[in-house]
C-alpha cells in the first residue's frame, strides 16, 4: 500500500468516526423542547425572534420567519437562568421554514450553556418547555 493511499484510508477512518459519534450523539441528546431566543446575522442591525422545537448540545431545530440560507452564520442569543449566553451557529439545513443549526462554539462555552440550561430546566420559573417524555432528560 503506497503512502497517500495509507493516508487516505486513515483519514477516510477518521471522518467516519466522527459522523458515527454525530449521529450517535444526534439521537440520544436532542431534547423536544421549545426554547425562546433571539437571532441575528452578523454585520446586520436586525434582531429576530425564534422558539426551538428541538434542542441538543451541538444544535437545535426551529422554525423561521426570516430570510435565512444554508452555511450562513449567525449569532444564538438565550437568557437561561438569568444569564446571556451568545452562540455562533452555523445554518445546516433548510426545509420550509424549519431550519437546522449547529453550535459553532469552543468546549468551554458548550460545558458554560449545558450546565446553564440543564439549571433552566429545573427552575419553577422556567420559561422552557419540555414535553412529559423528556422530562428526566438533560443535555450532554
Do not use: C
Not at 484510508?9 to 454525530?22: D, G, H, P, T, Y
Not at 452564520?73 to 452562540?87: C, K, P, R, S
Request: glycine share 6%.
Amino acid at each position: 500500500m503506497s503512502k497517500s493511499s495509507y493516508l487516505d484510508k486513515a483519514m477516510i477512518e477518521k471522518n467516519l468516526a466522527i459522523i458515527r459519534e454525530r449521529l450517535h450523539r444526534r439521537k440520544n441528546s436532542r431534547l423536544q423542547a421549545e426554547v425562546d431566543f433571539s437571532y441575528k446575522i452578523p454585520g446586520q442591525g436586525s434582531i429576530y425572534h425564534g422558539r426551538s422545537f428541538n434542542i441538543s448540545s451541538f444544535g437545535m431545530g426551529f422554525l423561521r420567519d426570516t430570510i435565512l440560507s444554508e452555511n450562513e452564520q449567525i449569532l444564538l442569543h438565550f437568557l437561561l437562568n438569568g444569564e446571556a449566553v451568545v452562540i455562533p451557529g452555523t445554518v445546516t439545513r433548510i426545509n420550509g421554514k424549519e431550519t437546522s443549526v449547529e453550535f459553532t462554539m469552543s468546549e468551554e462555552e458548550a460545558e458554560r450553556f449545558i450546565k446553564l440550561f440543564n439549571r433552566e430546566i429545573l427552575s419553577e420559573k422556567s420559561t422552557v418547555k419540555i414535553s412529559m417524555k423528556e422530562f428526566n432528560k438533560r443535555l450532554e
